[in-house]
């Protein structure tokens, strides 16, 4: 059988964006949502008023399912068309419902941490919730924590035209900026491309002082933007009494400050061994020391290009060989045409999986290109829609998992693939390369992001007594990444604070250390699955079901049996990753002296 490479969508909606079918489902759910505001929030809860709660309770999860597998799809659409109109329309009236969703969410939390606890109890405790009440419960909890309803309504309202303003001014403002490049007009993002990607050093290095001058042109506006950010988060921190600006991140990643500070304290401690890798790689490209805009620089060669069908044969392989079920569950996605592979012009950049909970199934978007890196993207992608597949028959208030895990299975199966190619390499510079970029990604999760997170702390610390100025931002950006990069590097990038797009995503504060959390978590787990085999397939299955349902403490301690507080689990987990420094420094020699 030919494998396609393009997905089936019509399996969910047919017709794609003038579908009836969908306009006739998104038209039903905006009336039924209208019905349930209409109705409006239950009274006090007691013994006579429970059945309404549990009533609302449900018909909010059964309306979030519904508005989730309309979103996927209108999601699904504008991606394989940017120039889709329609679709992109009626994503627009999707995310309108999703704000009015949330809304209902943050009314009843508030209300409901209001309630008698031994009436909650009872509640959360009923039958027809049982399997929801960690969610249910964390919600009243963190309402709990939080102003009355009118003052935290009125600062959701506000922050529509003021703090999320910010995020879309920077993104209009960056977006809009353009460059000439050796005479050819491109984008920043393009501009970024080429600095980290040219195998030419020329290239990258003058790619990126062009980078460099444009966001210097930029910065005032930037730092404009991140410092009225902060200030209206400050001010509602303030307002809800929080001594911390991590109290949300860590509340939304169900981790413990401890937990975070013993993950950071492994990594400042054993990631200097990454300057071993900075010296050969160093000694490959010529020069004494790396600059920022050779850190991403590719090494060694790949010559061999795979099919899609081949890649998918690839990944279904080496998956079995480690887990029957993954592989099973790859199979069958790729051939169920629920992968939209293409390499064609019209279609958005980048790669997401996208869940149908009413349907029971997931859509991976890529553009495969035949490339190495397009055999992991498609790994990762499917881990994402495995987590999905084994979660299918929970209640959809249980499969909510936080940024801190949702990497788990996607790293996994990232993982898994690349080993199996560093094994299957058939010469010394494929398997340099192969090194390279699992050394890069190392680098970026263990002092990249790092820098981020003790940025972003210096930023608030001084923010709380004034607004900062472009200078004291270069100043503070610098100084977080010599620290994090062991001052090993010839150059830096203290403009990063403005180039890059995590630091205004008001949607997620601090949108940096989950993604470390979530790699060393993924390789903690693939650590302990090397060393059980068989015997974690099932474990495994039962950690990724219930990322919904538990704190990440309680998950790493009911199924790894680990204390995340502690510093062992990360020792492990951090080891594993730099134990091909010396793999690659010696392959370094070796080439040397061919």
């Known amino acids: 059988m030919e494998l396609t490479v393009n997905w089936d969508l019509d399996t969910i909606f047919q017709g794609g964006s003038n579908s009836t079918e969908f306009a006739d489902f998104i038209n039903t759910l905006a009336t039924d949502f209208g019905n349930l505001e209409a109705a409006g929030l239950p009274g006090k809860l007691a013994d006579d008023t429970r059945p309404a709660w549990v009533n609302l309770i449900q018909a909010l999860y059964e309306i979030g399912a519904r508005l989730r597998d309309a979103g996927s799809f209108g999601h699904c659409l504008v991606s394989q068309n940017v120039n889709d109109d329609k679709a992109a329309q009626l994503l627009a009236q999707i995310d309108q419902l999703g704000t ?46 939080k102003m009355n309803l009118e003052m935290e309504t009125l600062a959701n309202e506000l922050g529509v035209d003021g703090y999320h303003a910010w995020d879309r001014l920077y993104g209009v403002m960056s977006g809009l900026k353009q460059v000439t490049f050796n005479n050819e007009p491109m984008s920043l993002g393009q501009l970024q491309n080429l600095y980290t990607d040219s195998p030419e050093r020329q290239v990258r290095q003058s790619a990126f002082r062009v980078f460099e001058e444009s966001w210097t042109d930029l910065a005032r506006n930037c730092a404009l933007a991140l410092n009225h950010q902060a200030g209206f988060r400050l001010t509602l921190y303030k307002h809800r009494q929080w001594d911390s600006v991590l109290i949300e991140p860590l509340l939304e990643n169900r981790l413990k400050a401890e937990t975070l500070e013993t993950m950071w304290g492994v990594v400042d401690a054993k990631s200097t061994r990454l300057i071993d890798y900075f010296r050969a790689k160093a000694k490959l490209l010529g020069v004494n020391r790396l600059s920022w805009f050779d850190l991403s620089a590719p090494v060694g060669e790949i010559t061999k290009a795979y099919s899609y069908a081949q890649a998918a044969d690839f990944v279904v392989e080496h998956m079995r060989h480690f887990n029957p079920d993954i592989a099973d569950y790859c199979r069958m996605a790729v051939d169920n045409c629920w992968v939209e592979a293409e390499n064609r012009p019209g279609k958005r950049a980048g790669a997401y999986c996208a869940s149908f909970p009413l349907s029971q199934q997931s859509r991976v978007f890529m553009t495969y290109n035949g490339s190495y890196n397009g055999i992991l993207t498609l790994a990762h992608e499917l881990g994402h829609g495995y987590h999905s597949w084994v979660m299918r028959d929970l209640p959809f208030g249980a499969r909510r998992y936080t940024m801190s895990v949702a990497e788990t299975a996607s790293t996994f199966n990232e993982t898994v693939v690349r080993d199996a190619s560093l094994n299957a390499a ?24 790092r820098a981020r997170f003790e940025f972003e702390l210096a930023f608030f610390s001084q923010r709380q007594h004034k607004q900062l100025s472009v200078d004291e931002l270069n100043e503070l950006m610098l100084s977080a990444q010599m620290t994090a990069y062991k001052d090993s590097l010839a150059a830096y990038h203290p403009l990063f604070w403005a180039s890059k797009l995590h630091f205004y995503i008001t949607r997620a504060p601090f949108y940096n250390f989950p993604y470390t959390f979530g790699y060393l978590f993924s390789n903690g787990v693939y650590a302990q699955a090397l060393a059980e085999g068989a015997a974690f397939r099932d474990s495994y299955i039962a950690l990724l079901r219930d990322t919904g349902s538990m704190t990440t403490e ?31 420094v010696a392959l370094v020699e070796i080439l040397a002296h061919d």
């Open 100 to 145: 009015r969703l949330g809304t209902l969410w943050t009314q009843l939390a508030a209300i409901a941490a209001q309630q008698d606890a031994q009436a909650w109890t009872k509640l959360a405790t009923d039958p027809r919730l049982r399997d929801v009440s960690f969610h249910l419960n964390e919600e009243r909890k963190i309402a709990g924590m």
């Open 426 to 449: 058939a010469d010394d510079q494929e398997r340099l390369s192969i090194l390279g970029t699992k050394l890069s990604d190392a680098t970026t999760f263990l002092m990249n992001i």
């Open 554 to 584: 309680s998950l790493a301690k009911t199924h790894l049996g680990v204390d995340l507080t502690r510093p062992e689990f990360w020792e492990t987990a951090v080891d594993r990753v730099l134990a091909d420094v010396d793999r690659f």
